[in-house]
């Protein structure tokens, strides 16, 4: 049709086009034969092409929503038209850049979303930082917690990805969001005040831009989790490890009591409907926070341990994956007694690194050095030291940890410094 009737097609009528294969695509049952999903894909990629080949010569003329609405169609279809059209994705985000001021919030959420799932090239990066910036000045006294944490989690996304640190625009966003959601959580409606998902998504985004909010919001958030936490929900739990684990993260101060409510409620949960991974973010950080204590450790593990009867069953070490093994040693590590400790404490110690060996060894750290801490780790190397650097959690306040080079001797952990700093056990 369109090779047929080129005067009759326009920019208009070609994303609408890419909008609804998008939507269709996305709602289309993939459960067939490999040949058949790969003989689709391949068809789907002749055809994107064909379109995007009559679309680029006419990307100025596309208006800010048609723009946004094409972005997010291509990374719904999992399309880098720059492989297809090179040049038709820079084309499309200078055209947003150009009309930014005419984007409205729908605008700016599908725009991050779709920055978030394709690769980014310069002109997106421009476009991320345009986004910002509009974020930062725009009116959201009317949207929603939901919104806020979309926006938040799509704009943490984009930046992930993306070679640009975050910056001042970024920074004013997050302001602006974090203004938003405290007034959701003081608002009168019940139905406006934030759900668990949302105050779970919202504070992930900000641990992975790394912005601490103010005290003051950190404990309405962690609050409004304690007052959720008898609603039934299935994923609960998974949402309260989200939310301890950013507090973790960003060292927020919150009320011992609140935290105390939301570890019962993890440990109150049916074992059969909480993920591992909600154990093991729970336990590393309460360990991080100096809530975690050698009795709570313990309930964690027994909870994480296959049953008896199914231990013949297992063919591997363990059901964890690395990740949270990684997590359940350093919390651990926290727990180690001093040298001076007693001999009933050391053996308690003992026990829960017994128990925790069952579940699986400990992962072997990558060789892969980031950042500042990459001379520091070649140095250990020439001075011929055992040390594992910071691989795991990326948030974890050291930059390597020296090993116990004796029965006596305690692991020493090195920090470059910096505002970050390890919140350990008094004398250690």
């Not at 950013?246 to 074992?271: F, G, M, P, Y």
Request: hydrophobic letters at 45%; one cysteine or more; a neutral charge.
């Amino acid at each position: 049709m369109c090779a047929t009737s080129k005067s009759c097609v326009n920019h208009i009528h070609l994303t609408a086009i890419l909008g609804g294969l998008a939507n269709a695509w996305a709602a289309a049952d993939v459960c067939h034969a490999v040949q058949t999903q790969q003989q689709a894909v391949e068809d789907l990629h002749r055809f994107t092409a064909k379109i995007l080949v009559l679309l680029q010569p006419v990307c100025k003329a596309l208006r800010t929503r048609e723009a946004s609405n094409l972005l997010l169609s291509l990374a719904t279809l999992s399309i880098d038209p720059s492989s297809m059209v090179p040049g038709t994705l820079d084309a499309i985000a200078q055209q947003l850049l150009d009309n930014m001021d005419y984007a409205n919030m729908q605008d700016l959420v599908d725009v991050l979303t779709g920055c978030s799932m394709l690769h980014l090239t310069p002109c997106c990066e421009d476009l991320v930082r345009a986004v910002s910036r509009q974020l930062a000045v725009a009116d959201l006294s009317h949207v929603w917690s939901s919104q806020v944490a979309t926006i938040a989690h799509s704009l943490a996304l984009a930046h992930s990805l993306a070679t640009i640190p975050i910056a001042a625009p970024s920074i004013r966003a997050l302001d602006a969001l974090c203004e938003r959601f405290g007034v959701l959580l003081r608002s009168h409606q019940a139905a406006e005040r934030p759900s668990a998902q949302s105050i779970a998504s919202f504070m992930w985004a900000l641990s992975k831009m790394k912005y601490a909010p103010s005290q003051k919001l950190a404990m309405s958030m962690v609050g409004r989790m304690v007052s959720l936490r008898c609603l039934p929900g299935k994923n609960m739990p998974t949402h309260i490890g989200c939310v301890l684990l950013a507090c973790a993260q960003l060292r927020l101060l919150v009320k011992q009591t609140d935290i105390e409510s939301l570890v019962s409620q993890v440990l109150s949960s049916n074992q059969h409907q909480v993920d591992e991974q909600a154990h093991t973010n729970t336990a590393w950080s309460l360990a991080v926070l100096g809530c975690l204590h050698n009795q709570l450790f313990d309930t964690f593990l027994d909870r994480l341990s296959l049953p008896a009867d199914r231990l013949a069953e297992v063919s591997v070490p363990s059901r964890l994956e690395d990740a949270g093994l990684g997590q359940l040693y350093q919390a651990l590590d926290w727990l180690q007694p001093s040298s001076s400790a007693s001999a009933d404490q050391q053996e308690a110690w003992s026990s829960l690194q017994g128990k925790l060996r069952k579940l699986g060894p400990r992962p072997t750290p990558t060789k892969r050095y980031h950042g500042g801490n990459s001379k520091l780790c070649s140095a250990l190397e020439e001075l011929q030291l055992s040390f594992r650097p910071k691989v795991v959690i990326q948030s974890y306040g050291a930059d390597a940890v020296i090993e116990s080079q004796g029965n006596k001797a305690q692991p020493i952990i090195l920090s470059l410094g910096g505002q970050d700093y390890i919140k350990n056990r008094l004398g250690r």
